[in-house]
DNA sequence: CGTCAGCATTACAACGATGCAAAGCGATGT
DNA sequence: ACATCGCTTTGCATCGTTGTAATGCTGACG
């Protein structure tokens, strides 16, 4: 079994509500005092019970993390991103993920599958505002990602919108015309609707037009999906002289399809992605990608829950704009 | 605040025990009594605490999973895995990382990180056995990982040695002669010495030399490292007719170098890797690699946690091999 | 009608830690 | 020598839950 505080006390004398004072650092022990409980305390190898602290304390140095899923590497990048920051503030992370399906948004939102936190990150895919809005759970919630939602909770991600401007301004800036995107997510209601919205407003800024038959949807996040898009996209007779992908994964196994079909990147099509994720820069042809400060975002969200937790007001959600940069590489290298 | 069982049992007119023995399923309780507390449950909307349950039964239904880095794909897919396999005997998955270093992989063996959990399953790159033969921690612990260690815990992985030579006779019955191994870790004393060994197994069997001027070392295990790695050996003017990478993103980041070189795959330098990360299927050139099962590893590491919770002997470990295959793809297409 | 078996329900202690308030103790002042 | 002050140390209750043992109650049987 266990050393408790019980044990030491024995061990050194004392009550235990002394062991508990030296373990806490509570000012008003003698040094003398300090060093015998010290000791016993080394001999006996206690270390505390957070169970029971917890349950005295209302805390437990936990925060969960639900994300989409892990094997994509933006969310691994993120998670281990937050991980870092959660360890500053002395915090342990628990990770869930969620499959990105509504249901077990839903669940985790509410606290059923993990409930020995004291906070909770979520970025939700499909999980809708009246899901959050029966959230009784007193537990403080942080959201990431591009879904928005009006509901009193933080909410951190990059300007989406203004990022996808850049990106698809830079594809515009190279000469290419016929800009197509990847990865509106098909039959759903909110699909990848911020960074579509930024590939619209780049095209009409420049005099272009917004071709409807140049946005393919996506079942998914992945390269299969990227994949079956691209191909789709060629096989109904489109020809696009850039692509700009909802991310990384979906833009890389677009570039596998091109190059399947004996077009060249970047001469004979433009490439960005969004993510940056590692993988991007070291494919055959390397990745310009739209690039969140993944660091900044993981920090932000763990300083989000811990500000909950210290009495910040919940009522008043912050909608929190993390940096980003648009990194150049040889997909939409030189003039095409 | 939250509702309690007092809570509960004031407004059912009931002891705090009946609540509990209804929320438990206990025998022993008449229907028309379930039926009153449950009422009086759903009304108030009663939600056990788990802390305090937790520090009655001495459990707390989460497992940590400690792993050297997450941004390697490799990694968040296994941890992907093992949350799944966790979720299927409700328990939830506590993630932390160790970024492969000594220090952090003991403190997280002694359970320094995280000390609300049940069980660790630690992928461990430097630990020392001398560092885990201190160990006092009760908690089970169960190794992943390429690492062998003669000591008290079960131990999962598949047969690195016996994977690694199926890769490399792979490669010779392609009728490759000068094969390099990337990914020795460098200034180790065990540099990935179970797939080295693989390697230098088939080659001696087919009558070739295993030449050691072909093994490079790399300072870490991602894609700038199989780049570095491969680099230096075509500068020392090797020209290896194949590849085989500690891990995949050793062997991409070779690809991509060797592409810039001008060499083409697989005609001219056949690659193999090791994880059959996703990646890896949507190069330009798909990769070969050794696939382990990661979803029986995660399986059995769960499974493995939770027997010795539940009183397996703990003197007499396992050392359980997952299954693996090897999945041919373009990057040894052919003959060459 | 009284007794007892047997099930339903309850009271109490305990898991390990901490907040609060009271008790202990040495030093100081008169 | 004694009252007082102030810091150190302690005892007790408590967080929410469950195991154990005791109690209450009902109905069957003699």
């Known amino acids: 079994?266990?050393?408790?505080?019980?044990?030491?006390?024995?061990?050194?004398?004392?009550?235990?509500?002394?062991?508990?004072?030296?373990?806490?650092?509570?000012?008003?022990?003698?040094?003398?005092?300090?060093?015998?409980?010290?000791?016993?305390?080394?001999?006996?190898?206690?270390?505390?019970?957070?169970?029971?602290?917890?349950?005295?304390?209302?805390?437990?140095?936990?925060?969960?993390?639900?994300?989409?899923?892990?094997?994509?590497?933006?969310?691994?990048?993120?998670?281990?991103?937050?991980?870092?920051?959660?360890?500053?503030?002395?915090?342990?992370?628990?990770?869930?993920?969620?499959?990105?399906?509504?249901?077990?948004?839903t669940l985790v939102s509410q606290g059923f599958r993990a409930r020995v936190i004291d906070g909770l990150i979520l970025s939700p895919i499909e999980l809708e505002a009246e899901d959050l809005r029966q959230r009784a759970e007193p537990v403080p919630l942080v959201l990431l990602g591009e879904r928005e939602y009006d509901l009193p909770y933080d909410h951190i991600s990059i300007d989406n919108v203004a990022a996808a401007r850049e990106a698809v301004r830079h594809l515009i800036s190279l000469g290419r015309r016929?800009?197509?995107?990847?990865?509106?997510?098909?039959g759903r209601?909110?699909?990848?609707?911020?960074?579509?919205?930024?590939?619209?407003?780049?095209?009409?800024?420049?005099?272009?037009?917004?071709d409807h038959r140049l946005v393919a949807a996506t079942d998914g996040w992945g390269h299969a999906d990227g994949a079956a898009a691209m191909a789709r996209l060629l096989d109904a007779g489109h020809r696009p002289d850039a692509v700009f992908a909802y991310n990384d994964l979906i833009a890389i196994g677009a570039m596998?399809?091109?190059?399947?079909?004996?077009?060249?990147?970047?001469?004979?099509?433009?490439?960005?992605?969004?993510?940056?994720?590692?993988?991007g820069r070291f494919g055959a042809v390397t990745l310009t990608s739209v690039s969140p400060d993944k660091a900044s975002i993981a920090r932000m969200a763990v300083e989000s829950v811990l500000s909950q937790l210290n009495g910040a007001p919940r009522h008043q959600a912050r909608r929190i704009h993390a940096g980003y940069s648009l990194v150049e590489r040889e997909s939409t290298l030189g003039r095409g």
Chains 1, 2 share one sequence.
């Open 1 to 105: 079994m266990r050393v408790s505080l019980k044990d030491v006390a024995l061990h050194a004398g004392v009550s235990i509500k002394t062991v508990s004072n030296v373990v806490n650092d509570q000012p008003h022990v003698t040094p003398t005092m300090r060093a015998r409980v010290q000791k016993s305390i080394d001999e006996l190898g206690y270390r505390p019970n957070l169970t029971a602290r917890h349950l005295r304390k209302g805390r437990t140095g936990i925060v969960a993390l639900a994300l989409p899923e892990l094997g994509n590497p933006y969310f691994a990048e993120l998670a281990a991103e937050v991980v870092d920051a959660a360890a500053e503030h002395d915090y342990t992370v628990l990770l869930d993920h969620t499959g990105g399906r509504r249901d077990q948004e």
């Open 178 to 186: 016929d800009i197509a995107f990847l990865g509106a997510r098909r």
């Open 189 to 210: 209601s909110q699909p990848a609707h911020l960074r579509l919205r930024g590939w619209r407003e780049a095209l009409d800024a420049a005099g272009l037009v917004a």
């Open 256 to 279: 596998r399809v091109l190059s399947e079909r004996g077009l060249r990147i970047p001469e004979d099509v433009a490439v960005v992605g969004f993510d940056d994720v590692v993988e």
